[in-house]
């Protein structure tokens, strides 16, 4: 649960902006010469004309960090969030969603969108399950190539999400239906009519990146095929499993 001292707040201003990206560079542990998440000047640029930069101070120190545009359709995009290393998982990155979605029904938005990498279990689970947020689509190689210090050398495949800014129930599954597995241990192709799929995750896959690269880039081959191809076929994303599992049902 998140502790009740932490301060949740729009940030503004050279010195406050400075801090979120030296915040935002240690999540991602950026190195000398490596791109930031998101450009100081385009966060200033936010803060200034009506976009979202906003931040989770404990005990008045800077923890976490969003930042966000104004999206078509009447939404907030939000485009950038990070919270200190030591900090992640106590509830600040469901706080600072919940503080974005707040600043945006004050300004009569609808929805909050992000994108997130699918290999991610954490992100995976904070964003489906914990959120409630709904995968409109799987974009392979979204933001081309990045050099951020986290994604170095693999492709920047992610599922767009929108959040309603009124929370809207979940379609119930159907009753035990057909299941097909899918994991790093091939592409199992749905028998037609399957009701229920299931996708799998890696376990790490920053440590993957990091220690064995051509499994990583196995598993993001096998995921874009498997998630991506299910997502265009008709399926649709209704939940994210304890054990690291995409479960994806057929759209009516």
Same mark, same amino acid.
């Given at each position: 649960? @998140?502790?009740?001292?932490?301060?949740?707040?729009?940030?503004?201003?050279?010195t406050q902006i400075l801090e979120a990206d030296r915040?935002?560079?240690?999540?991602?542990?950026?190195?000398?010469?490596?791109?930031?998440?998101?450009?100081?000047?385009?966060?200033?640029?936010?803060?200034?004309?009506?976009?979202?930069?906003?931040?989770?101070?404990?005990?008045?120190? @800077?923890?976490?960090?969003?930042?966000?545009?104004?999206? +078509?359709?009447?939404?907030?995009?939000?485009?950038?969030?990070?919270?200190?290393?030591?900090?992640?998982?106590?509830?600040?990155?469901?706080?600072?969603?919940?503080?974005?979605?707040?600043?945006?029904?004050?300004?009569?938005?609808?929805?909050?969108?992000w994108t997130f990498d699918p290999l991610v279990r954490?992100?995976?689970? @904070?964003?489906?399950?914990?959120? *409630? #947020?709904?995968?409109?689509?799987?974009?392979?190689?979204?933001? *081309?190539?990045?050099?951020?210090?986290?994604?170095?050398?693999?492709?920047?495949?992610?599922?767009f999400v929108h959040w309603p800014v009124s929370p809207?129930?979940? +379609?119930?599954?159907?009753?035990?239906?057909?299941?097909?597995?899918?994991?790093?241990?091939?592409?199992?192709?749905?028998?037609?009519?399957? #009701?229920?799929?299931?996708?799998?995750?890696?376990?790490?896959?920053?440590?993957?990146?990091?220690?064995?690269?051509?499994? +990583? !880039? !196995?598993?993001? #081959?096998?995921?874009?095929?498997?998630?991506?191809? +299910?997502? #265009?076929?008709?399926?649709?994303?209704?939940?994210?499993?304890?054990?690291?599992?995409?479960?994806?049902? !057929?759209?009516?």
């Open positions: 649960m @998140l502790m009740p001292m932490v301060e949740l707040r729009t940030l503004h201003g050279t915040l935002l560079r240690r999540v991602w542990n950026t190195k000398a010469g490596e791109d930031p998440p998101l450009a100081v000047d385009l966060m200033c640029a936010f803060a200034h004309t009506g976009g979202y930069v906003g931040g989770a101070l404990l005990d008045g120190v @800077l923890v976490g960090v969003a930042s966000g545009f104004l999206a +078509a359709g009447g939404g907030l995009h939000s485009h950038v969030a990070g919270v200190a290393p030591e900090m992640q998982g106590r509830g600040i990155g469901q706080a600072i969603k919940a503080h974005q979605r707040s600043w945006a029904a004050s300004r009569g938005l609808t929805f909050v969108s954490r992100n995976a689970h @904070l964003n489906l399950t914990r959120l *409630g #947020a709904r995968v409109s689509q799987y974009v392979p190689d979204f933001y *081309g190539p990045l050099t951020d210090g986290i994604n170095d050398g693999d492709a920047s495949d992610r599922l809207v129930a979940a +379609a119930p599954l159907p009753l035990d239906p057909p299941v097909v597995i899918v994991s790093s241990a091939g592409v199992v192709r749905p028998p037609d009519g399957a #009701a229920v799929l299931h996708c799998g995750t890696p376990s790490d896959i920053s440590h993957l990146r990091r220690e064995d690269p051509a499994e +990583a !880039r !196995r598993w993001r #081959a096998v995921v874009r095929d498997a998630l991506g191809g +299910a997502l #265009a076929s008709g399926y649709r994303i209704s939940a994210f499993t304890k054990d690291g599992f995409y479960v994806l049902e !057929r759209a009516a």
